[in-house]
């Protein structure tokens, strides 16, 4: 399989900086999309095998998928290399728009939902809607599916001022989430509702730290256990401004023949590198994988656990209240700009934050920090504290060379921390 990390080989400029790249590297294979569709997805004597459940599909007339969220795309992919023409009609919407044989697929926008996340919304409501009780419905749900799943407009236009609110308040995905499932036709259980009396399988690629798998994509397939009051009080409690909400979909019978699956989360990314670092006789600790803190907070919770020939490993979506406009770069290379800032990097200590979706609110996946990047940074003589003030973590790192560069992975479960702690490096 090739490498992920596009610039591995030009960042590898000592032996620990190898190490902890190899292990960011078995992260990234373990989310890989296609992979795991393949792994846990099987079809023998038209018998369609999901983890420990089978399902016959002489059952069923019509096999639908549909999906959305950076993952869904390749997920369908892999989903025809399974299924091939079987798949009668689909409809998936995800950040690149790729070739499949019996699934249209869209290129939307993320964070801020636009036109073509609603002509996707529109085309998925349509097929999911025009469903009967002897169809399939196969529903690819992965992270950034909040934003991709638009239907109709008003969700679309809400959403965006929502999003662009929150991002100042700096508050947690669950919170916007609860916001999110009572704009929406589709969210919160909506699609199941929509989709009933057809029977739903949810392929389920989490983004959320946690175990809080109703959350991915704002839950389409999960009933809900928020309710239009928790929305409401959310809402007035941080001055969010005047939304249009409705209930979600709270009787039983809609969710009878519901069967969801989470193939992939941060745990299966983070289990990955801890085995990782056994194979390189690394010791591993894996701290959290819901980690919500703030930056520092963060920070300090990651680097108090340091300890020779050890790796400490963490996930989540630490807290970053961004508080002036015209920044660049997101939340794991402002981290490593912070990681410089508190002098926290040794000369035994190297430190990856990452985006495992590749885009850290920009073409790169995050940093690696360790002495080398602090010399690289000092030859540049700027102001540190500028940078950090306006949120422009970006083109410090550009400029240092020290950024991580994967592209779109089709993958995101979170953000990925890792502290490499070894003496004797070159």
């Given amino acids: 399989m090739a490498r992920t990390i596009k610039n591995f080989d030009k960042l590898v400029t000592t032996e620990n900086r190898r190490l902890v790249l190899e292990i960011a590297e078995a992260g990234f294979d373990a ?246 670092s056994k194979e390189l006789g690394l010791d591993a600790k894996i701290i959290s994988t819901e980690l919500y803190e703030e930056v520092d907070q963060a920070l300090d919770m990651i680097f108090k656990e340091k300890k020779d020939n050890t790796v400490i490993l963490a996930a989540g979506e630490p807290k970053l209240e961004v508080t002036k406009k015209g920044g660049s770069g997101g939340r794991n290379l402002f981290m490593g700009l912070r990681t410089i800032s508190k002098n926290l990097i040794d000369a035994d200590s190297v430190f990856i934050p990452l985006a495992s979706d590749g885009m850290d609110n920009s073409d790169s996946a995050g940093a690696i920090i360790d002495n080398n990047t602090i010399q690289n940074i000092e030859k540049l003589n700027i102001n540190l504290d500028d940078y950090m003030d306006r949120f422009d973590a970006y083109p410090i790192f550009e400029k240092s060379g020290d950024m991580i560069i994967t592209g779109a992975t089709g993958a995101n479960v979170s953000d990925l921390m890792i502290l490499l702690t070894k003496k004797n490096n070159e």
């Fill in 31 to 276: 989310i890989n999309t296609q992979e795991v569709i393949l792994n846990f997805v099987k079809l023998e004597n038209n018998i369609l095998f999901i983890k420990d459940e089978k399902f016959d599909l002489n059952n069923f007339k019509k096999i639908k998928v549909v999906g959305f969220g950076k993952a869904s795309c390749d997920a369908a992919i892999a989903l025809e290399k399974v299924l091939g023409h079987k798949i009668n009609e689909g409809a998936v919407i995800g950040l690149k728009k790729v070739t499949c044989e019996y699934t249209e697929t869209f290129s939307g926008t993320h964070p801020r939902p636009s036109d073509v996340n609603i002509e996707a919304g529109k085309k998925i409501y349509n097929i999911v809607n025009e469903s009967n009780e002897d169809d399939l419905i196969i529903v690819l749900v992965s992270g950034g599916g909040s934003a991709l799943l638009c239907y109709p407009e008003s969700e679309c236009r809400q959403g965006r001022e929502l999003y662009d609110i929150f991002l100042k308040c700096g508050q947690t995905i669950t919170e916007i989430n609860t916001i999110r499932k009572h704009l929406s036709l589709l969210k919160g259980g909506g699609l199941v509702k929509l989709a009933y009396p057809s029977t739903v399988i949810g392929l389920i690629f989490s983004d959320i730290p946690g175990d809080r798998y109703q959350d991915v994509a704002s839950g389409p397939t999960y009933k809900d256990e928020t309710t239009i009051h928790q929305a409401e009080t959310i809402i007035h409690e941080h001055k969010l401004g005047n939304f249009d909400l409705l209930e979600t979909p709270k009787d039983n019978k809609y969710f009878e023949k519901v069967h969801n699956f989470v193939l992939v989360s941060n745990k299966t990314a983070v289990y990955a590198m801890e085995q990782k």
